[in-house]
C-alpha cells in the first residue's frame, strides 16, 4: 500500500512555471560546466552536481559569486537523508543504520541520476540514493527534487518514495530536512525560538558547538552568518525543532573546506513500504532581517491560502 505524506501542501511549488518566476523570466539562464548545472537568475545562482544525486551544492549571488555552501565530501550538500534501523553497516568504526543519502557514500560512492529534466527555469531530478555508511545503491527508494528561483529566495520542493518490491518497514526516528551543510566562514546561527512568532520579536543567536546540539524554531527557519548578519538562510514549513553543530575538521574553510557549519530541520517520523514523502524548503541570501521578512511573507501567502500546517 502507498502511504503518501505531504509535510508542506504549499502553492508555491511552481512546477510548471508561475508568475512570480516568469516575471524574472529574461534574466534567467541555465548553465553547464562539467558535471555542474547552474540557474541563475541575475539576482542569485543555485548548482547542482550531476554526479552525485543532483544535491545542491552551489548558492551564491550572482553578483559576487560567493558560494556559501560546503560540498567537502558525498555527505555536505544541501540535500535529503533518511534513517531506519540498524543494519549490520559502520562509519568511523561505530555501529550504524539505513541511511539512504541524495549525494553518495562516505567512501565517496556517486549516487546515480535515473532521470533529469533541466532547462533555465526549473530543475527537476530523479535520483537512486546511496547508503552512506555502506556505499550501496538503495534501489527500493527514489529521491526527487524540483528546484525554481524568485529574486533572492530558491524554492526547492523534495520527495522521498520507499516504493520498492523490497522496501522494508524502519522505526520512527529524526529524519533530517533536509541537511545543510554552509561554509565555515558563517559561524552565527540565528533564529526565533520564543512564544510569539512572526511578530518580529528578538531573535536568538548563537555559535554552535560539537557535537549535535538541538534548537527548537518556532519561525521554522533559521540562518548562518558572518559578523555583518549575511548569510543563508533556510525555511522548512512544518518543522520547529532543528539539530546544528560546527566541525572544525584542518581549520580549512570555504566550499570545500575541512571545517563546515551544519544544521537540519528534524521531524520525528518512520520509513515505511510504500510510504511516500513530500515536503517544501525555502533558501535565501541576504540579511537577517531580510531572510526574516522574506520567510514571513511566504508564511503569510500559505496562511491567507489556507497552506499552512501544524508542527509537530
Known amino acids: 500500500m502507498i502511504t503518501k505524506f505531504v509535510l508542506s501542501a504549499l502553492c508555491l ?7 512570480d518566476v516568469q516575471n524574472t523570466a ?19 545562482r543555485l548548482g547542482i552536481d550531476l554526479e552525485r544525486g543532483g544535491s545542491i551544492f552551489y548558492f551564491a549571488e550572482s553578483s559576487t559569486r560567493r558560494n556559501v555552501l560546503n560540498h567537502a565530501d558525498e555527505g ?13 553497516s559502520r562509519w568511523i568504526n561505530q555501529p ?6 541524495q549525494g553518495g557514500g562516505c567512501h565517496g560512492e556517486k ?20 547508503h552512506w ?61 520564543g512564544k510569539s512568532p512572526w511578530t518580529d520579536d528578538s531573535l536568538t543567536i548563537v555559535i554552535p558547538g560539537w557535537p549535535n ?10 540562518a548562518y552568518t558572518d559578523s555583518t548578519q549575511w548569510g543563508i538562510g533556510v525555511y522548512t514549513p512544518g518543522t520547529t525543532v532543528s539539530t546544528a553543530y560546527r566541525f572544525a575538521g584542518d581549520g580549512t574553510t570555504g566550499p570545500q573546506g575541512s571545517a563546515c557549519s551544519y544544521f537540519a530541520p528534524v521531524r520525528t517520523f518512520a520509513v515505511t513500504k510504500g510510504l511516500v514523502f ?22 503569510q501567502k500559505n496562511r491567507t491560502e489556507g497552506n499552512n500546517i501544524k508542527p509537530e
Open 111 to 130: 549516487a546515480r541520476i535515473l532521470k533529469k529534466k533541466i532547462d533555465e527555469y526549473t530543475i527537476n531530478i530523479l535520483s537512486e540514493p546511496v
Open 96 to 101: 550504524w543504520v539505513w541511511n539512504p543519502i
Open 278 to 299: 513530500e515536503y517544501d524548503v525555502f533558501l535565501y541570501i541576504g540579511t537577517v532581517s531580510e531572510i526574516r521578512k522574506a520567510f514571513k511573507q511566504v508564511y
Open 26 to 44: 529574461d534574466r534567467v539562464k541555465g548553465i553547464q560546466e562539467e558535471n555542474f548545472y547552474y540557474i541563475d537568475n541575475g539576482i542569485v
Open 133 to 193: 555508511a555502506s556505499g550501496t545503491s538503495i534501489q527500493d527508494a527514489e529521491m526527487e527534487e524540483i528546484i525554481t528561483l524568485n529574486e533572492r529566495m530558491a524554492h526547492i520542493h523534495y520527495i522521498f518514495r520507499n516504493t520498492g518490491e523490497n522496501a522494508k518497514d524502519h522505526p520512527a526516528t529524526n529524519q533530517e530536512l533536509p541537511a545543510v551543510f554552509v561554509d565555515a566562514n558563517l559561524p552565527y546561527l540565528t533564529y526565533y525560538g
Open 213 to 222: 546540539e538541538t534548537h527548537t524554531r518556532t519561525e521554522e527557519w533559521a
Open 76 to 88: 555536505r550538500f544541501i540535500q535529503q537523508s533518511y534513517y531506519g534501523e540498524p543494519d549490520s
Open 13 to 19: 511549488i511552481c512546477m510548471s512555471g508561475c508568475s
